[in-house]
């Protein structure tokens, strides 16, 4: 598992082609990162059926609200809740270097969002090898599209996240340790297409720092 640079410089904002002693910079700090935390995934599998308001997770008792999830989901007869984090490890090494140096702590924090990402890859693996017959969609998480940010609670939940992981859900239904990914991947006998494409999809398009500078965060 390797961490994607080009990904933490976009995480950074780095216009064009970067310059070489920020990409140095940023590498060693990419090291440092990966030789101190690796990301910890967990990830339960759950039957799915269309009754009511949208796609239900059988033996859950919950319901994914919204037309995302409806479009996502709606050639899949099972469906994947996935939680990966960076832990508290993370979280040490960030409050380090924002007492040293903001600018290492900025380029850390752009390749924790990236190394958190790159678990959720690996654990996608892990799906796709247990389940060979499937074929997988995109992942797609809580905050994204009309997927309400309310379903952290809920997915953290079932995942017994907070004994596995050590992952917390705030009253805002933000995730702590910070670097923690929650998300959804739906399984069919059918090729699922890419469908999670550009800003139309997300429902921080209004305040997107990405959008105000001109670019997207690609996903």
Avoid: H
């Amino acid at each position: 598992m390797e961490l994607n640079l080009s990904e933490a410089l976009r995480y950074l904002g780095a216009p064009g082609e970067p310059d070489p002693a920020l990409l140095a910079q940023l590498s060693a700090m990419s090291d440092k990162l990966t030789r101190s935390v690796t990301p910890r995934y967990i990830w339960r599998v759950f039957p799915l059926s269309f009754r009511g308001e949208g796609p239900t997770l059988e033996g859950a008792g919950l319901t994914l609200p919204g037309g995302m999830a409806a479009r996502m989901l709606e050639e899949c007869s099972q469906a994947v809740l996935l939680a990966c984090t960076l832990g508290a490890g993370f979280e040490a090494l960030l409050r380090a270097e924002q007492a040293r140096n903001m600018a290492r702590a900025a380029m850390l924090d752009a390749c924790g969002s990236v190394w958190a990402e790159a678990g959720c890859d690996q654990a996608e693996g892990k799906i796709s090898a247990r389940f060979p017959e499937l074929y997988r969609t995109d992942r797609f998480s809580p905050g994204y599209g009309d997927l309400p940010l309310a379903l952290q609670k809920d997915i953290c939940a079932l995942l017994d996240a907070s004994r596995r992981l050590g992952v917390q859900v705030t009253d805002s239904f933000l995730l702590n340790p910070s670097k923690t990914v929650t998300a959804v991947i739906g399984l069919s006998e059918r090729p699922q297409p890419a469908r999670i494409r550009g800003c139309g999809f997300c429902n921080l398009r209004e305040n997107c720092q990405y959008r105000k500078g001109g670019k997207t965060c690609g996903a």
